[in-house]
């Protein structure tokens, strides 16, 4: 009798600690102000530039609390709401249109995952995410824990590899065109790791709030090989693009970007939430052919473009 009190125990200690699962959410550091700063590389057409994952001000949906998780993939910026669910050790994603068997969300990762465990992607069905390695990588000389996720979709195979306390550390996706993200630097919970900076930095230079959005010519046009770009940013009540929540003396999440004359992302010289200012970046333009390049300034409320030349 006491051998089958204490086997039950076990098991139950077992049950608890497996649903309970806080470890496994560390492989995800969801929280506002963190950032990812990646090199990324695309073989056709052939890019490579830094970009920067963000996360942003949490707000509540059905209960719960998201973040919004910044990103590039595929061409363009995107912004997904995300939580990391305490019990389940899952990543899901708020999406009114998502999966029958969650309640307006859809699954991204399962970070509770053991080796060769397998759950439904965040496409509703199959194909199935795969957890296929669990093993240690060393990152900013640290020794962590990893777990690597597989995606067989159609014509694109998906991976990504988290570490324990880092986030994701790399993905990649082979398809048509293929895409790839190495973690070069990170800011977690205040502390920063490795290289964060992207092409340029960028600086506040004026102390007076703004009363527009505006994006300035940059200076000088033509340039070679370098040229400055201001920008103001007004006072929003309204943040993130939220209704649930008032941020009074928040600017935005702002985005500049520089296309090429085909329209293609070639580099992103801000992606972050600024407070409201004037700012400059300067842009580099020493890996860049000569030519006609444009910039865009994108926020919530607010979209401008002006062109520049680049003469070598």
């Not at 949490?58 to 209960?63: C, H, Q, S």
């Not at 333009?285 to 002006?306: A, H």
């Amino acid at each position: 009798m006491k051998r089958i009190i204490f086997l039950y125990l076990i098991l139950y200690v077992f049950r608890i600690s497996y649903c309970m699962d806080t470890t496994s959410t560390k492989y995800f550091p969801l929280k506002e102000g963190n950032f990812w700063v990646y090199n990324y590389s695309r073989y056709n057409p052939n890019l490579n530039f830094r970009v920067r994952d963000s996360v942003g001000i949490p707000m509540t949906f059905d209960g719960h609390v998201y973040f919004p998780y910044h990103y590039y993939r595929w061409w363009y910026w995107h912004t997904d709401y995300l939580r990391v669910d305490s019990i389940t050790g899952n990543i899901v994603e708020y999406n009114t249109s998502g999966c029958g068997w969650l309640n307006n969300e859809e699954l991204v990762d399962s970070l509770r995952a053991r080796l060769n465990d397998s759950s439904k992607s965040y496409h509703c069905g199959t194909p199935f995410v795969r957890c296929n390695d669990t093993s240690f990588g060393t990152y900013f000389s640290q020794t962590l824990p990893t777990k690597q996720f597989f995606l067989d979709l159609y014509e694109e195979l998906d991976r990504k590899q988290y570490a324990k306390t880092m986030g994701m550390v790399s993905r990649s996706s082979v398809g048509m065109s293929g895409e790839y993200f190495t973690l070069v630097g990170c800011r977690i919970d205040g502390v920063v790791y490795g290289d964060t900076s992207l092409i340029t930095s960028i600086k506040p230079i004026a102390a007076s709030i703004p009363a527009n959005f505006s994006l300035s010519q940059n200076y000088p046009n033509p340039f070679n090989p370098t040229t400055k770009i201001k920008f103001d940013i007004q006072l929003s009540p309204l943040s993130e693009r939220s209704t649930t929540r008032l941020v009074e003396g928040v600017g935005g999440f702002i985005t500049l970007r520089i296309f090429d004359l085909l329209g293609r992302e070639v580099a992103t010289l801000v992606n972050e939430q600024l407070q409201p200012g004037t700012y400059e970046v300067e842009f580099d333009g020493t890996n860049f052919p000569s030519g006609v390049y444009f910039f865009k300034l994108i926020t919530d409320s607010f979209t401008e473009s002006r062109r520049m030349v680049l003469i070598k």
